[in-house]
């Protein structure tokens, strides 16, 4: 008899999702690899990024929240009325969570009780899948769905971290540290900060990078005209400085400095501050903000540029980037990239090597960054093409989609 196939469920806030590349990126490489990974997401699933694969995994997506309180609540109690002991201890598990986890404040309980509600509406709806894991990602809603999800169906669950989800919205990040098979870190300082928190060995914190693939971001030439051509994407948010920049293209054009253009492709709350920022801007400086952008545009525009620059920092709030996938696809396509200097950007960027670092939120470094790449474009290609080969080294989605298939098959779930 032929063994049956071992199926991984994975699952993220939503799933896909424009913004979030690398999660169906990872789970597409996977799959080419010749897992059977099935995949659920918290919110609707974003239809119509592609005619193809992505498409096709919108529609197979296990949906939860979307589906309506109602009907989760229904499959709730359908899978107490099936299984009622496992749902007994899943649910007891979960209250004390919300109720003694230092890591979950008043306001946050009566929350996780639901998300251990919805845990079981998941096990409810995937059970005939024959799942023999379950991997999120993002450490906050979607693992907290995963690890009760996982606990009613007997499997086990992992999950990766990344920025947002361990920082200003951290929840039961060390009963999930403690519970999950395995935690896959997208970088070093990762796993020391996990560490820091729950002590296991360095094989059960696995380094799996969120990756590009190389064989599709291919390199190309820096345009190298008249004006610098400086390019940013990402969320209109305080950590990614984009404020930053924006002065920053302000003072150098005051001061008669080099022509340049800065174009930045993205949305998000600061995006009014940032057009009335760009407003107040003497008229020389060239400062262009493109709204929200798809992944196609990104990648032209990244094309025509000679510098991305994200010198991101910690928010107020104590919000930073983990290590930002833009940067990677930046790095990829051959640019020379500036960033904000924190301690996992470093694993990417080698400052004066593949890229150059700068003091978070320093306007004044910045300046001088951008004023000494316009006058040496011969510095800006050297930089590229390390940038480049840092990618292929370390970074590519293949490596790192292998680094996961381990992590899986050493435990025996593919």
């Not at 949906?63 to 609540?73: N, P, T």
């Not at 640019?335 to 978070?360: A, H």
């Not at 004023?371 to 940038?387: F, K, P, S, T």
Request: net charge neutral.
């Amino acid at each position: 008899m032929a063994e049956q196939t071992k199926t991984v469920l994975y699952m993220s806030g939503v799933l896909p999702a424009r913004s979030e590349t690398f999660v169906y990126r990872e789970i597409l490489a996977l799959r080419s690899l010749g897992l059977d990974i099935a995949t659920a997401s918290v919110h609707a699933p974003t239809h119509g990024l592609d005619k193809g694969d992505l498409q096709k995994m919108a529609k197979s997506t296990t949906e939860l929240y979307s589906s309506g309180a109602m009907l989760v609540m229904v499959d709730a109690a359908a899978e107490a009325c099936t299984h009622p002991v496992r749902t007994v201890s899943t649910l007891l598990r979960c209250v004390q969570d919300a109720a003694l986890s230092p890591d979950v404040p008043s306001r946050k309980r009566a929350k996780v009780v639901w998300q251990g509600l919805a845990g079981l509406a998941l096990a409810k709806r995937v059970r005939a899948q024959k799942i023999v894991h379950i991997h999120a990602h993002m450490a906050h809603v979607p693992t907290t769905i995963a690890m009760y999800g996982a606990m009613q169906l007997g499997i086990s669950f992992s999950f990766t971290g990344h920025a947002n989800d361990i920082f200003p919205n951290r929840t039961l990040l060390k009963e999930k540290l403690e519970r999950a098979l395995f935690v896959n870190c997208i970088s070093y300082w990762h796993r020391a900060f996990y560490q820091a928190i729950v002590s296991r060995p360095d094989a059960e914190y696995p380094v799996v990078r969120c990756g590009v693939d190389t064989s599709v971001y291919e390199s190309t030439i820096a345009p190298s005209g008249d004006k610098l051509e400086v390019f940013s994407v990402g969320r209109l948010i305080e950590k990614k400085g984009f404020d930053v920049l924006i002065k920053a293209a302000g003072e150098i054009a005051k001061a008669g400095g080099p022509e340049m253009r800065i174009t930045i492709a993205g949305g998000g709350p600061d995006e009014a501050q940032l057009k009335a920022l760009v407003k107040s801007l003497p008229p020389t400086a060239e400062v262009v903000l493109l709204g929200d952008t798809n992944n196609d545009k990104v990648m032209e525009l990244m094309a025509q540029a000679d510098v991305f620059a994200l010198p991101c920092r910690v928010a107020q709030g104590g919000d930073r980037d983990g290590i930002p996938v833009v940067l990677m696809e930046a790095m990829a396509r051959g640019r020379c990239v500036i960033s904000g200097d924190l301690e996992t950007i470093r694993e990417l960027v080698e400052d004066g090597i593949s890229g150059v670092m700068i003091p978070p939120g320093d306007q004044k470094a910045l300046e001088k960054v951008l004023i000494e790449l316009a006058n040496n474009r011969i510095r800006v290609d050297e930089l590229g093409e390390a940038a480049r080969k840092r990618i292929e080294d370390e970074f590519d989605l293949m490596l790192n989609a292998n680094r996961m298939k381990d992590a899986l098959s050493s435990r025996g779930l593919i």
